[in-house]
C-alpha cells in the first residue's frame, strides 16, 4: 500500500559492503537521516580482501566477534559475468588500466563498490573502525504506548571509546560470509594435524606436497580444489552429495584430484577415515562448509533468532513482523543476483520508514512465513537453507513490492549461461564462452545506455 505522507527517521545501518551501502544511499533518497558504521578501516564488506590472518581461530571458533572479517582467498574471481552484477543506475563496467574481464577479481568488485560510493558521496556517512558491540529495544519508563526506538552500543576499534545512541530504525546488513559453519565430525577436537576453515584461506604456498582434505564441494570447494592441484601431492575431496557434471571433468583430468564421501571419523595417528571404510593419512584439513547467520550484537529479547541458520521469523527475508520496519535486515537471501535484489530490499525499508508504503499486518506476515516454511519442508529443502533462493520469479515478486524494475530478460540469461558454460569446463569458463549474442543485448539495455558507462569513467 502506498501512501502520500512522508517522514523523517533516524536511521543506523550496520556494515558498509555493497547490502549497507545501497541501503544507505536508498534511506537518504528517502529523505532519512543515515548513520552507517563499519568496523573495517574501509568500504566494501566481504569485498574489502585482507590477506592477514594473523591470530584468527584457523576454525573461526574462538571469539564472539572475529579478527578477521573477510572471507576472500587472494585468487577468487567472480563466478558471474559483471555484466549482471551491477546496481539498476551504476552499471559495472569496464576501466582502462584494471582488471578488464568479465569475471574479474575480488578487487574489481571492491573498486566498483569504491566508485559506486564516491559518485554518490557515501562516504561521509559511515563511521570506520567502529564496532556495533549492541543494538536493543529502548525500554520505555511510563505507561504512553510510543514508537519503537532503538538502542546502539558502539566502540572505535582503536581507541576503545564507546558511545551509546539512539535511532529511529535499524538496517543489519552485516553479511553472512565471516562466521564458519563447521561439520561435526567425531575426533575433530583431537585431532593433531593442520585444520581451517575456507574462511583463513589465501594462497596455496604452504599446502605444497602436502596431502589435503577439502571438505565441501560447492563454490570454495571447487576453487581450492583447482588451485590445489598444482601444488599439493594429493587432494581428497569430501563430498556428501553428488559434484556437478563439470566438478566431475575436473577430476577425470587430474590424476592427484581424488573424490570421497562424507567423513566418519579423524584419528590422533593423521587418518581421514571415510564413510565408506576408505581411509587417508592428511596433513591438512580445509572446510569449505559454509557460513552461519550471526548477529552477536542484536538483543531483540528472542523475537528474532538463528535456528540452524534460519534467520526468523522473517517477512520476505527481510522484516520481522513484530519489530518491521524499524529492524530490517538486507542481504540475508542467498542464490540470487545479489546487488540489484539488495538495492530491492533497500527501497522497500526506506519507503516503509517515510510512510509511503505499509506492510501487511502482523497476522498476514505470520502466516505468509509459514506457508513459506511449509513449502520448504514439503520440498525437503534443509532448514540450514531456508533463505537460498535460486529461484528468478521470486526476486521478480518481490520487486513488484516497491514498484522496483523486475530483473531484465539478459541478467537472467546471462546467468544461466555461466551455469551452463561451467558445466561444460569448470576451469576455463569464466575465460572462454560463446554467449556474445546475449552480451551485445545486454550492452544495448538502457542498463548500459541511457545511463552511459561513460558517466561513470574515471
Known amino acids: 500500500m502506498v501512501k502520500e505522507n512522508c517522514q523523517s527517521k533516524n536511521v543506523c545501518v550496520i556494515g558498509a559492503g555493497p547490502s549497507g551501502l545501497v541501503a544507505a544511499r536508498e534511506l537518504r533518497k528517502e529523505g532519512h537521516k543515515v548513520v552507517v558504521i563499519e568496523q573495517n578501516h574501509d568500504i566494501g564488506g566481504q569485498w574489502l580482501y585482507d590477506p592477514k590472518i594473523e591470530g584468527e581461530d584457523p576454525l573461526g571458533r574462538a ?48 573498486l566498483y563498490l569504491n566508485d559506486f560510493c564516491e559518485f554518490f558521496g557515501l ?30 552500543k558502539s566502540k572505535e576499534i582503536k581507541s576503545g571509546k564507546l558511545m551509546e545512541e ?44 602436502e596431502v589435503v582434505v577439502i571438505v565441501g564441494s560447492s563454490m570454495s570447494g571447487q576453487d581450492l580444489s583447482m588451485e590445489l592441484v598444482g601444488v599439493a601431492k594429493d587432494i581428497y575431496l569430501s563430498a556428501r552429495s553428488p559434484i556437478s557434471e563439470g566438478f566431475a571433468k575436473v577430476f577425470a583430468k587430474h590424476k592427484n584430484l581424488h573424490l570421497c564421501p562424507k567423513i566418519e571419523s579423524l584419528e590422533e595417528d593423521g587418518r581421514v577415515l571415510f564413510v565408506d571404510g576408505s581411509w587417508v593419512i592428511a596433513d591438512s584439513i580445509i572446510y569449505c562448509t559454509g557460513y552461519s547467520y ?44 545479489g546487488f540489484p535484489f539488495f538495492e530491492s530490499q533497500a527501497k522497500w525499508i526506506a519507503q516503509l520508514l517515510s510512510g509511503k508504503r505499509t506492510l501487511p499486518s502482523w497476522e498476514e506476515m505470520m502466516q505468509s512465513i509459514k506457508e513459506f ?43 544461466l549461461s555461466a ?40
Request: aromatic share 14%; glycine share 4%; net charge negative.
Open 166 to 209: 539512539v535511532f529511529d530504525a535499524v538496517v543489519v546488513a552485516s553479511g553472512h560470509y565471516s562466521q564458519p559453519r563447521l561439520p561435526f565430525i567425531k575426533g575433530m577436537n583431537s585431532w593433531k594435524r593442520r585444520q581451517m576453515h575456507s574462511h583463513v584461506y589465501r594462497v596455496p604456498d604452504s599446502f605444497r606436497d
Open 63 to 110: 571469539n564472539k566477534f572475529l579478527k578477521v572479517h573477510s572471507s576472500m582467498y587472494e585468487s577468487l574471481r567472480l563466478a558471474s559475468p559483471r555484466e549482471i552484477m551491477g546496481f539498476s543506475d551504476f552499471p559495472f563496467v569496464e576501466k582502462k588500466g584494471r582488471d578488464m574481464r568479465r569475471f574479474p577479481s575480488h578487487r574489481e568488485v571492491f
Open 419 to 458: 551455469l551452463q558454460n561451467a558445466e561444460v569446463n569448470l576451469e576455463m569458463y569464466r575465460d572462454s564462452y560463446d554467449d556474445f549474442e546475449l552480451l551485445q543485448v545486454a550492452h544495448q539495455s538502457p542498463h548500459f545506455t541511457q545511463l552511459g558507462p561513460q558517466a561513470f569513467e574515471a
Open 294 to 337: 550471526t548477529f552477536p550484537f542484536l538483543d531483540t529479547k528472542g523475537i528474532i533468532a538463528v535456528d540452524d541458520d534460519r534467520v526468523g521469523p522473517l517477512y520476505e527475508h527481510t522484516f520481522p513482523p513484530s519489530l518491521a520496519p524499524s529492524l530490517s535486515f538486507v542481504g540475508i537471501p542467498r542464490k540470487i543476483i
Open 373 to 415: 516454511y511449509l513449502a520448504r519442508d514439503a520440498a525437503g529443502i534443509p532448514k540450514y537453507n531456508t533463505h537460498d533462493i535460486a529461484d528468478f520469479e521470486y526476486c521478480d515478486k518481490y520487486a513488484d513490492n516497491v514498484g522496483f524494475p523486475r530483473l531484465e530478460d539478459w541478467r537472467k540469461e546471462l546467468c
Open 123 to 152: 562516504r561521509g556517512m559511515v563511521r570506520f573502525n567502529t564496532r556495533v558491540e549492541y543494538v536493543g529495544m529502548v525500554e520505555f519508563s511510563d505507561e504512553v504506548e510510543k514508537e519503537l526506538r532503538w538502542v546502539v
